[in-house]
């Protein structure tokens, strides 16, 4: 335990100081106890721990000083050293002359018909350290609180958002005047705004809970930045912007990572760049360091002709609930702390500069290993086939929540496919069982029967035909381990609300058989 074990066990070999002078200058508890279980001799140390004096303790048995509870333990360790000479690290509770019971932590040795201990009081350690446990189970307890709060709130806020974004996109396939369509527009890219703020603070919340995942996985690193690229350019030239892409001759080709999140630090510099520039251009350069030995270096710039901050402000605007310029530009202040942090979790860094009024530009540096050959020359995966004709379509739909039925109702009318609604998993089961249908649409959450346990059951009843209908489940909940969730449970695909038409459409057409 400490220099004091060495010394007393020194004393024990007959190597050490006198033992008498060694039983009085000892801080720990020292006793010497005889084949009875009695205390042959104990020092001024116990008297300091609990109360009673030497002349109290010596001659006296043991075990009514011991907790009652932990007799049996401390019978079975004081009889171990009939057989073994040495027992460390015991604790057991000795009753205080006030009645309390101080932990002592015991190290024993026999020698001859006696057994020699010295044991310290670790009452307070142990205190403290439970203390400790119970401050961080709580810790744990409010952040699983939080992250459940946080799932719960999307999956409440997405399914009035589904309605929302839902009935908006069917009613932009239909026929307008100019003026709806621009009001149309405004409640589309409103909502498209209110989405985002919704996955920010899940994202968020995972960040710090740690519970988000760096995946790394082969992806072509044009095709998947060129779509989204396409994306903000159309935002920019909406406004008048100009918006040069520079790829460097290296950055092409098959790298391993995270595409997702790659995607994710880009847009939200592209985001931002297109929102706070009014006049002017925003670009973006995508280069690659390559060096001869060693994994290359992803470089990203995205620059703009905006409002600009100040420079001392460059340090606090990775920082969560942070915003440079105006609050009127709208967000909740955490897209650039999730860009940091997605960042570094890459291994990455991101540093940023501007000059106010001028624009600014923000520079991302990610270390990017190729794929191997085998997987950089792999065939590329086959594009998604033509959306085919829905006209025979016999689709199902199990959905508790009118509006939400209602939003499927209005994408797939023009479509004659002919559409059966339920209201909750149990429905979808006696539905199933009674008619012949192509293709399920689940909602995750329903009363009576959820939409995971009405997937299992349709899972489980195939088993029996031999048949396989695709299910895709259409669900507020967006989280990873909700999407997992949903195939685990049999589903082909995983649709998270909003559901616009264009998804919905695109869903069907990767979940159904060519």
Known sequence: MTAADDMFTAALDGAGPDLAKFFTVSRDLLCIRDREFRFVRVNQAWELALGYRVEELEGQKMAPFIHPDDMPASLEHMQRLEIEDEVVGFINRYRHRDGSYRQLEWRARRSGDHVYGVARDVTERLELQAQMAAAHAAAEAANRGKSDFLANM??????PLNGVIGIASALARTDLTAEQRDMLGMILSSGSTLER?????????????????IEARPFDLRAELGDLLEVFRGQALAKGLDFPIAYGDAAQGQFVGDAV????????????AVKFTAQGQVSISITLDEPPAGPATLLLEVRDTGVGFPPDFAAALFQRFRQAGSSRFGGAGLGLSITRALVEMMG???????????????????????????????????????????????????????????VVELILAPYEVALTIVDDGAQALAAHAASRFDLVLMDMQMPVMDGLAATRAIRERERETGAHIPIVMLSANAMTQHRQDAADAGADHHLAKPITAAALIQALDIALPL
């Open 348 to 406: 990455g860094e991101i540093e940023a500069a501007s000059t106010l009024g001028q624009g600014s530009a923000f520079r991302v540096s990610l270390p990017l290993a190729r794929a191997p050959a085998r997987e950089a020359h792999a065939p590329a995966a086959p594009e998604a086939h033509p959306p085919r004709s829905l006209s025979t379509l016999r689709v199902l739909l199990a959905e508790d929540h009118p509006i939400n039925q209602r």
């Open 261 to 272: 999140r790659l995607k994710q630090v880009v847009g939200n510099l592209l985001s931002n």
């Open 197 to 213: 703020l919704v996955s920010d603070v899940l994202d968020f919340s995972k960040i710090e809970a740690g519970r988000l995942e």
């Open 154 to 159: 999307s999956h409440e806020i997405r399914t």
